[in-house]
């Protein structure tokens, strides 16, 4: 903020509270992305957001997110997760956003909105949903004048060697796909790449191809690529193009072209959202495939005796099929245990509902 700059009372009441919470967390900053180095600021590497009397600097490193999934990759996004344009237009593929939606549970997460320890304990503070806010604004500034524009993309140049875009929410407009696309455009050594579900809007813009660093992963369609929502388990474990939840490990999203690149459903409810009955039908064919002709047989229903599928497969495998012990932690172990079987198993893992077929390798 300018120094010295008094307000009174109305004024304050006026004020945005995500204004607010900006101007308390910059003004503090010791580290991290709200402080503004004097190098920056000699740069200027920064805009001002005017509100009413007031008007705070805010710098250029405080638009973009990270965090240890994309790191060190920097993220650039338009809207709250909360706020999320695909979702609300019923274009998400997500079956229940509320619980399975990575962005809107961290931002339900970090919902504090005031300082709780220390000499400034009880102030107004920047959470994700104001951060977001604050971010919007400072895009739509930087929208409407050309010298902050160039003063961006210079920064990024300098600082940013791959973008992620849409880390939460998505595009809101025709208008944020331009904007990234002249970013790209402008920065031809920096690599794009993130997601979508706006369909409606990219019917009508086709200029992404133009840029061979720029990375469209769709939703809904492919565009670079699909990037795929799974609740298929059967296709999740049979496919080598799955999303491996670290970016820097996994690249797919920003070195594959033409390709469909599936994610296993995640969130505090991905063993209720995986419990289907094509899933329940898939490991009961599966185990009972694994295990001799005078075995228990394991059925559908067997696997609803939990809300959870791998917690009711956990159980069954104890109290049906009297095996101690294996127990599966997570769908990740699941996998690499069958990439620990025999490879006639796993190479005829398509073939797994046909029990003669099976027989006749000599695997059931």
Same mark, same amino acid.
Request: proline share 3%; net charge positive; glycine share 6%.
């Given at each position: 903020?300018? @120094?010295?700059?008094?307000?009174? !009372?109305?004024?304050?009441?006026?004020?945005?509270?995500?204004?607010?919470?900006?101007?308390?967390?910059?003004?503090?900053?010791?580290?991290?992305?709200?402080?503004?180095?004097?190098? @920056?600021?000699?740069?200027?590497?920064?805009?001002?957001?005017?509100?009413?009397?007031?008007?705070?600097?805010?710098?250029?490193?405080?638009?973009?997110?990270?965090?240890?999934?994309?790191?060190? /990759?920097? =993220?650039?996004?338009?809207? /709250?997760?909360?706020?999320?344009?695909?979702?609300?237009?019923?274009?998400?593929?997500? =079956?229940?956003? @509320? !619980?399975?939606?990575?962005?809107?549970?961290?931002?339900?997460?970090?919902? %504090?909105?005031?300082?709780?320890?220390?000499?400034? !304990?009880?102030?107004?503070?920047?959470?994700?949903?104001?951060? $977001?806010?604050?971010?919007? $604004?400072?895009?739509?500034?930087?929208? $409407?004048?050309?010298?902050?524009?160039?003063?961006?993309?210079?920064?990024?140049?300098?600082?940013?060697?791959?973008?992620?875009?849409?880390?939460?929410?998505?595009?809101?407009?025709?208008?944020?796909? !331009?904007?990234?696309?002249?970013?790209?455009?402008? =920065?031809?050594?920096?690599?794009?790449?993130?997601?979508?579900?706006?369909?409606?809007?990219?019917?009508?813009?086709?200029?992404?191809?133009?840029?061979?660093?720029?990375?469209?992963?769709?939703?809904?369609?492919?565009?670079?690529?699909?990037?795929?929502?799974?609740?298929?388990?059967?296709?999740?474990?049979?496919?080598?193009?799955?999303?491996?939840?670290?970016?820097?490990?996994?690249?797919?999203? &920003?070195?594959?072209?033409?390709?469909?690149?599936?994610?296993?459903?995640?969130?505090?409810?991905?063993?209720?959202?995986?419990?289907?009955?094509?899933?329940?039908?898939?490991?009961?064919?599966?185990?009972?495939?694994?295990?001799?002709?005078? /075995?228990?047989?394991?059925?559908?229903?067997?696997?609803?005796?939990?809300?959870?599928?791998?917690?009711?497969?956990?159980?069954?495998?104890?109290?049906?099929?009297?095996?101690?012990?294996?127990?599966?932690?997570?769908?990740?172990?699941?996998?690499?245990?069958?990439?620990?079987?025999? &490879?006639?198993?796993?190479?005829?893992?398509?073939?797994?509902?046909?029990?003669?077929?099976?027989?006749?390798? %000599?695997?059931?």
């Amino acid at each position: 903020m300018t @120094e010295k700059q008094p307000i009174n !009372k109305n004024t304050y009441y006026m004020t945005p509270d995500w204004f607010i919470g900006a101007c308390v967390s910059i003004s503090r900053a010791t580290s991290g992305k709200y402080l503004m180095t004097k190098k @920056e600021q000699g740069q200027g590497f920064y805009l001002t957001l005017q509100v009413g009397p007031v008007a705070l600097k805010v710098p250029f490193r405080a638009l973009f997110d990270t965090n240890k999934k994309i790191a060190p /990759s920097k =993220a650039l996004s338009f809207i /709250s997760a909360l706020d999320c344009p695909s979702d609300r237009l019923g274009l998400c593929q997500l =079956a229940n956003s @509320e !619980k399975s939606c990575y962005a809107k549970n961290g931002a339900k997460q970090a919902s %504090g909105t005031f300082i709780t320890s220390g000499q400034a !304990k009880g102030a107004p503070c920047l959470n994700s949903y104001r951060n $977001s806010r604050l971010v919007t $604004s400072c895009i739509d500034l930087i929208k $409407s004048d050309d010298a902050l524009f160039h003063k961006l993309v210079k920064y990024i140049n300098l600082n940013v060697k791959i973008l992620r875009f849409n880390l939460k929410g998505d595009f809101r407009n025709l208008s944020d796909i !331009k904007f990234l696309l002249r970013l790209a455009s402008c =920065a031809p050594r920096v690599l794009f790449y993130g997601y979508t579900a706006r369909d409606d809007l990219f019917q009508v813009v086709k200029t992404y191809r133009m840029y061979s660093n720029f990375y469209l992963n769709g939703s809904n369609k492919k565009y670079t690529n699909h990037f795929k929502a799974c609740y298929d388990l059967k296709a999740w474990l049979t496919s080598s193009k799955i999303c491996l939840g670290g970016c820097q490990g996994c690249k797919k999203c &920003y070195t594959l072209k033409n390709s469909t690149i599936l994610c296993l459903v995640h969130g505090p409810s991905q063993d209720q959202d995986l419990n289907t009955w094509l899933n329940r039908v898939f490991l009961c064919d599966l185990f009972n495939s694994l295990n001799s002709s005078d /075995s228990p047989t394991l059925e559908p229903e067997d696997l609803t005796i939990k809300k959870g599928l791998l917690e009711s497969l956990n159980y069954q495998l104890n109290h049906k099929l009297g095996v101690t012990d294996l127990e599966f932690q997570d769908y990740w172990d699941l996998r690499d245990w069958l990439g620990g079987l025999t &490879y006639e198993i796993w190479d005829n893992i398509e073939q797994v509902r046909d029990y003669e077929y099976l027989k006749s390798l %000599g695997v059931a």
